[in-house]
C-alpha cells in the first residue's frame, strides 16, 4: 500500500502574561487576572470631576452715573454632584456704593441657580473703573473668583431748592419765624449748610403808593439761621421744622417799628431770596 504521508501538528503553547495593547487610541492593561482598567483614571474607575461650584455673570461690564444703579445676572452651576446652599459675596465696591444679591443664598441642586445683583452708588460716588469680584461659599467649597468692571461716570445733578415765608402776618416792631422748604430732587440725601434769607424787594399796596408812604428792604431785619449744621435733607421734600430743628432756631424776620413805614408797610408785599450749600453723602 502506498504510504500515506503524516501530517505535522505542533502543540501550541498559551502563554499568560501581562501584555501592553494599544486599541483605537486608548492604551489597556490586561492583567492575569483579567481585570481591565482604563489608564490615567484614580484607580477606582471613577472619572467624575470633584464636587464643586462655578460662577457665570453677564454682562461682564456696566457704566452708570453717579447715584444710579447697576444690575448683573449671576448663575451659580454645580458640578461633580454638588448638593448645598451657596451664599454669594462681591468685594472692590467704590466708596459709598452698596451691592445686593437677590437672593443673597441659592440652592442649585442638580440643575444652575440665579440672582440678580443690583450695585447702587451716591452722588458722590468718586469717578471711575472698578474690579468687582464675586464668589459663592458653601462650607469649605468655593467657587473660583468671577471678575466685571463697573464705570462710574459723572451725572447731570439738579439743584435743591429752598423756599419759605413768614409763618404769621407782619407788624411793626413784630418778628415772625421761617420754616424753610428744602426740595431735593436727587436720589440720595444733601447735607445742607450755609443757609441764608434776604429781603430784595417790597411791593406796597396802591393806597401806599398813592399816598406816597414809604417801605423798602431796609424797614426789615433778617436773623439767620442759629442751629447746627449739616441739616440732611433727604430725596423729596422736607424743611427745618420735619428735620425737628426747634422754631427758636429758624431764620426770623422783623419788621422795624418807625414812623416812616406804619402806613407804608401795611398790607405790603416782601421777596425774600434764599441761598445754601448742598453736598451730597
Not at 447697576?70 to 451664599?87: C, D, E, L, R, W
Not at 443664598?105 to 468687582?132: Q, R, W
Not at 440732611?232 to 431764620?251: D, E, Q
Request: proline content about 8%.
Amino acid at each position: 500500500m502506498p504510504r500515506i504521508p503524516e501530517l505535522f501538528r505542533s502543540p501550541i503553547r498559551t502563554v499568560r502574561t501581562g501584555a501592553k495593547m494599544l486599541l483605537a487610541g486608548l492604551l489597556l492593561t490586561i492583567l492575569t487576572s483579567g481585570v481591565v482598567l482604563a489608564a490615567g483614571t484614580n484607580g477606582n474607575g471613577n472619572q467624575n470631576p470633584p464636587k464643586g461650584i462655578t460662577l457665570q455673570l453677564a454682562p461682564t461690564s456696566r457704566s452708570v452715573t453717579q447715584g444710579t444703579s447697576a444690575s448683573y445676572n449671576v448663575m451659580v452651576q454645580p458640578t461633580g454632584g454638588f448638593a448645598g446652599n451657596v451664599s454669594l459675596s462681591i468685594s472692590g465696591l467704590p466708596a459709598g456704593a452698596t451691592a445686593a444679591f437677590s437672593p443673597a443664598v441659592l440652592a442649585p441642586g442638580p440643575g444652575s441657580a440665579s440672582a440678580d445683583l443690583n450695585v447702587s452708588t451716591t452722588s458722590a460716588t468718586p469717578l471711575g473703573t472698578y474690579s468687582l469680584s464675586l464668589k459663592g461659599t458653601s462650607g469649605t467649597v468655593q467657587s473660583a473668583v468671577v471678575v466685571v468692571s463697573l464705570t462710574v461716570t459723572a451725572g447731570q445733578h439738579q439743584p435743591f431748592t429752598i423756599s419759605g415765608g413768614p409763618a404769621g402776618l407782619l407788624t411793626p416792631g413784630s418778628a415772625v419765624s421761617i420754616d424753610l422748604q428744602l426740595a431735593n430732587p436727587g436720589n440720595s440725601s444733601l447735607n445742607v449748610t450755609g443757609l441764608t434769607v434776604s429781603v430784595t424787594g417790597v411791593t406796597r399796596t396802591a393806597q401806599a403808593v398813592a399816598n406816597n408812604r414809604p417801605c423798602n428792604p431796609s424797614d426789615y431785619v433778617i436773623t439767620q439761621f442759629s442751629g447746627s449744621y449739616p441739616i440732611s435733607a433727604p430725596p423729596g421734600n422736607s424743611s427745618l421744622s420735619t428735620s425737628g430743628i426747634p422754631a427758636a432756631r429758624w431764620p426770623q424776620i422783623r419788621m422795624l417799628d418807625t414812623s416812616l413805614n406804619q402806613d407804608g408797610c401795611k398790607g405790603a408785599t416782601i421777596q425774600l431770596s434764599y441761598s445754601g450749600t448742598g453736598q451730597g453723602n
